[in-house]
């Protein structure tokens, strides 16, 4: 089985930093793209970043030159630094990730997401 575990929530004044983690682990073979998405209250869930195995990387127009996304392909993790944070930062934190897992010979692919973390920014 495969688990992703988000830390690193919580609440920051605005202009505050928090770093997010997010770590794979179980029967992995490859991890491919991995990302953040955030969902607020009563707001559609949005991808914040995303980072492709060779360590591309996508943003949000709304965290563009505030958010930095990385990753540790010897650890299976991903980081969110977060910066000058403001209040509609707010949200529910999600880590994504595509994984290939195999079994039998056979490959799969799957995406699998964390249960979230919260993140809290005040006036």
């Known amino acids: 089985q495969v688990q992703l575990v988000e830390s690193g929530g919580g609440l920051v004044q605005a202009g505050g930093s928090l770093r997010l983690s997010c770590a794979a682990s179980?029967?992995?073979?490859?991890?491919?793209?991995m990302a953040w998405y955030r969902q607020a209250p009563e707001k559609q869930r949005e991808m914040v970043a995303k980072?492709?195995?060779?360590?591309?990387?996508n943003y949000a127009d709304s965290v563009v030159g505030r958010f930095t996304i990385s990753r540790d392909n010897a650890k299976s993790t991903v980081y969110l630094q977060m910066n000058s944070l403001k209040p509609e930062d707010t949200a529910v934190y999600y880590c994504?990730?595509?994984?290939?897992?195999?079994?039998?010979?056979?490959?799969?692919?799957?995406?699998?997401w964390g249960r979230g973390v919260q993140v809290t920014v005040s006036s």
């Open positions: 994504n990730a595509v994984i290939i897992t195999k079994a039998l010979g056979l490959s799969y692919v799957h995406d699998y």
């Open positions: 179980g029967n992995i073979f490859k991890i491919n793209d």
């Open positions: 980072i492709t195995s060779g360590g591309s990387t």
